[in-house]
Every structure is written in structure tokens, then in C-alpha cells.
């Protein structure tokens, strides 16, 4: 488990992407545990865009 407010990881590092349909299926719910299912900000006032993405190696070629 994650400690409170530590950064998670990439996606691609939580887990294989070619995995079987049971093995998907219990990454899936090993992830639903990480859930937060309730309002830990309280009322927000102000929001900030900030970049969502991360950049690939370049192809070479």
C-alpha cells in the first residue's frame, strides 16, 4: 500500500499488460482496494490544470 500522499507509480509499472483474462481479473481487484471512495479535500476553491501525460523515448528509424 501506498503511504498518504506518496506519488504512485507509472501505470505501466503497476503490472504486466499481456495477462490472461483471470490474471486481468485479479489485478483488477487487487487495484480496487486503492480506491478513495470519499471527499478528503473538503470544498475546493481553486483548481489548476497541470500536464497529464509523460513523454515516450523518441523512434529511431
Not at 23 to 37: F, G, K, P, T
Request: no cysteine.
Amino acid at each position: 500500500m501506498t503511504p498518504e500522499g506518496a506519488i504512485h507509480p507509472l501505470p505501466d509499472r503497476l503490472h504486466p499488460w499481456d495477462l490472461s483474462p483471470a490474471e486481468a481479473r485479479a489485478v483488477q481487484r487487487r487495484l480496487a482496494q486503492s480506491l478513495i471512495l470519499e471527499n478528503r479535500l473538503g470544498d475546493v476553491k481553486r483548481a489548476s490544470p497541470i500536464p497529464g501525460g509523460w513523454a515516450s523515448p523518441p523512434i529511431s528509424g
